[in-house]
């Protein structure tokens, strides 16, 4: 027990990943990329909250099962309940605006205002986690790969008023996101990842439930093959596995020095966007890619760089 503690503990400070960690990472980013483009097929034939209270009801069990299978205690102490509580009430707001929003854009320039995110976690760890500090090195890295995302955004898209109001419900779901990683980062300490991802959705699940029966238009309008996938998907690959391995990554490496891999989130989710949306490939996309990696690129240098 002594040696799993150890292996679980923190590092003191956002060190560069090593090479194994960042290919990782950058997978568990890809599959979250792909998830924008999941969501916006199963709401076409079920209601926003039905769907959100559908995947994490699902997973919850799925964790569950999980945790008994391999031995991982889900039990807590009553004085943690209070930080899973509040981090339930955080994963409701900011899955509900991320839902609501893009039921109203597309999932490219959903999963292009996820980019945002980075900027949110650097900025409030460097005030509230000790170690995650600033520095000019990783700020040119994160411009880099912000300017990458943002050029995306001129790539002669048309915004109507609903398109726009999604923008901005996803950009705030983003600033929440950003508050739920730095709280996490502050407690997780305490709580085996399982734990710290069990109980959030294990909560949240009625409630997006209860959600779905009083304000979805209609619940379920129609369910095909396309559905079933989408829901599997963001079930068991990103709401399951995908959540408790990025819980893990945060616990063992620190929140920022993962969150310089999310630009990989947007470019996955246009790719895909491109083969299961029938989206156009552009210089601008290409473009997009290639200051991307710059980016991660440069970032991953700053922990090489500090290490030696």
């Known amino acids: 027990m002594e040696t799993e503690k ?6 003191p400070i956002n060190h560069g990943l090593p090479l194994g960690a960042s290919l990782f990472t950058m997978f568990l980013c890809i599959l979250f990329g792909a998830n924008a483009v999941a969501i916006k097929i199963s709401l076409t034939g079920l209601g926003i909250f039905t769907t959100a209270g559908v995947r994490f009801g699902i997973a ?9 299978c391999t031995g991982n205690s889900l039990t807590v102490t009553p004085a943690k309940y209070r930080h899973l509580i509040i ?40 005030y509230f986690i000790p170690g995650d500090t600033i520095n000019l090195k990783k700020i040119f890295g994160l411009i880099l790969g912000f300017s990458g995302v943002a050029i995306l955004f001129f790539d002669n898209i048309v915004m109507t008023g609903d ?29 085996h990842p399982i734990q710290i991802t069990f109980y959030p959705i294990s909560m949240a699940a009625p409630i997006f439930i209860l959600s779905g029966f009083l304000w979805d238009t209609e ?12 829901m599997v998907y963001q079930t068991f690959v ?6 408790v391995a990025w819980n893990t990554m945060i616990q063992r490496f620190g929140a920022t020095a993962l969150h310089s891999f999310i630009f990989i989130m947007p470019v996955s989710g246009v790719f895909l966007g491109i083969i299961l949306l029938n989206e156009p490939i552009t210089t601008n996309l290409v473009s997009s890619i290639l200051l991307v990696v710059s980016g991660l690129i440069v970032v991953n240098r700053v922990g090489a760089n500090r290490t030696r």
Not at 165 to 190: E, F, P, R, S, T
């Open 6 to 11: 150890n292996e679980l503990a923190p590092l």
């Open 60 to 68: 919850g069990m799925v964790i569950f099962l999980w945790a008994r």
């Open 87 to 126: 981090l339930a009430i955080l994963f409701y707001v900011q899955l509900s605006l991320f839902y609501f929003g893009l039921s109203k854009t597309t999932a490219s320039h959903g999963t292009l205002i996820v980019n945002v995110l980075p900027f949110v976690v650097m900025i409030l760890a460097h």
């Open 163 to 191: 398109a726009l109001q999604g923008d901005l419900l996803v950009l705030l779901a983003v600033l929440i996101w950003g508050c739920h990683i730095i709280y996490i980062k502050k407690i997780i300490a305490g709580f």
């Open 219 to 230: 619940m379920v309008r129609f369910i095909d093959a396309s559905i079933i996938k989408a």
């Open 238 to 243: 990103t709401a399951s596995f995908g959540l």
